[in-house]
């Protein structure tokens, strides 16, 4: 069974950055689509940025939210998925997670999540 854990998060000032990191458990990591998740207090959880499979092409896509601001990347030799995030802002405050998006769901348990917390 694949595990996420998720680290780097914490308390910035809007402006601020923060790199998160998303280690997977197991060999299969390089094989699928990953992508980076947030959910705010009372809101569903929503996708903000993925990446494909070297064998996909490497093709990296932001939500429109956080496009040029974070930047997702992948390191396949130690399983491992990171996002950069710059120019933080309030709105931006949320639990980030990791997983493999496939079909509009998520091919993975959720791992437990990394906060993320924007304030001045």
């Known amino acids: 069974q694949v595990q996420l854990v998720e680290s780097g998060g914490g308390l910035v000032q809007p402006g601020g950055s923060l790199r998160l990191s998303c280690a997977v458990s197991g060999s299969i990591f390089r094989f699928y689509t990953m992508g980076w998740y947030r959910q705010a207090p009372g809101k569903q959880r929503e996708l903000v940025a993925h990446?494909?499979?070297?064998?996909?092409?490497?093709?990296?896509q932001y939500a429109d939210s956080v496009k040029g601001r974070f930047t997702i990347s992948r390191d396949n030799a130690k399983n491992t998925l990171f996002l950069q995030m710059n120019d933080l802002k309030p709105e931006d405050t949320a639990v980030y997670y990791c997983n493999s998006p496939i079909g509009g769901s998520r091919r993975w348990a959720w791992g437990q999540g990394t906060q993320v917390t924007v304030s001045s």
């Open positions: 990446a494909s499979s070297a064998s996909s092409g490497s093709v990296t």
